[in-house]
């Protein structure tokens, strides 16, 4: 009798084990299938993103035109032989959008140069024009006087071609600039200057450290 139940508990031990291994083998089942079903999940979540993301337009960009203007001081324009010619030029193309001004100067073009008051005209004479430079201005009169100055001094003949590194020795805003569009807006705002040109970066960089050391370096006032 003692012999029986002891066998009946061990063929008890036996049948508890078989069905601890089968519950373990169907728990790992059910948790590998689960992770496969959130991997499911997660990929038709990014591929459906991904659509969505192919069929959103996307956003619209926006042009700034030049900001407005300010005249500047009428300056003399230096030449000095002794380092070679002079030149005055700008760099950057300004955005080709339209504000409202009363006018607008076009001071390097491929077609031609002058004072504006029609945008669409403007907008012929530059549009695929890499190398123009234009400005607008919120009266016809400043249009006018920058125009003036700059041609007076000999800036407009001077950026025709050529974008160098310039140094403005006196000028609204002394200091190196690389290209009409550049020079224009920045070391001369809009109006005339002494300047000298180079062909590299350090050679202008240099001129300019001289002459301010040599105290001959002179910031003038805007007129307006």
Known sequence: METRVKGEEKSNKVLTSKLSQT???????RVVESEENI???????????????????PPPSYYLGPGPSTSVTHDRFVSDSASGQVKVTSGQSPKRSRKAYSAYVI???SS???????WSVVQKLVNGDKNAVFKGFQSKETAQLSYALTADSGILELIKERDEHYTVVEGVSPGTYTGPYALLRDGLNWSSGVVRVF????????????KYMAGAVVTMEKII
């Open 23 to 29: 519950q373990t083998a169907l728990l790992h089942s």
């Open 39 to 57: 991997d499911n999940s997660s990929s038709s979540e990014e591929s459906d993103d991904l659509k969505q993301s192919i069929h959103e337009p």
């Open 107 to 109: 001071y390097r073009s």
């Open 112 to 118: 031609e140069t002058g004072v504006f008051e029609s």
């Open 199 to 210: 062909s590299t970066e350090n050679a202008a960089n240099a001129f300019f450290v001289g």
